[in-house]
């Protein structure tokens, strides 16, 4: 976009006007060069008015058909990496799922050696340091 912009600055002094035609009307009496000279010099601002317009309308085009590619790069890059982050959150999802089953089933398997659970905390205080447990295992758990 910045680099249209700089065009057509870069344009604007050299543009190749296509000049107006002169076309002679037939002398009127009374109608003096001076006349002629400011109606040449309007019809020549105008012309050099309506190239400015166009011109100006060209570069907006260019610049709109520049945010417009932009903005579906933008958009197509969001959709990619939508999908990534959904994948990754999926995957997580499923590892987090097969963790809790394993650390359920390694729970079990401790309680029902023992037949008690532990607490993390000493007489419910939330002690920093809960001294020795009580619960000792009375067998190895089997290995996986």
Not at 23 to 46: E, H, Q, V, W, Y
């Amino acid at each position: 976009m910045e680099q249209t912009l700089a065009e057509h600055v870069a344009d604007a002094s050299g543009w190749e006007l296509d000049e107006p035609a002169d076309t002679p009307a037939a002398p009127a009496p009374g109608r003096d060069t001076a006349a002629k000279d400011a109606a040449r010099l309007i019809r020549r601002a105008c012309h050099t008015s309506a190239a400015d317009i166009q011109k100006t309308g060209e570069t907006v085009v260019q610049i709109a058909d520049a945010i417009f590619a932009e903005a579906k790069a933008l958009a197509d890059l969001l959709r990619r990496h939508g999908a990534r982050i959904s994948s990754r959150i999926e995957e997580f999802t499923a590892v987090t799922q097969q963790v809790t089953v394993r650390m359920e089933a390694v729970r079990n398997d401790v309680v029902g050696m023992t037949g008690t659970v532990a607490s993390l905390s000493a007489d419910g205080a939330g002690d920093a340091d809960p001294g020795p447990s009580t619960v000792r295992p009375t067998r190895l758990a089997p290995r996986r």
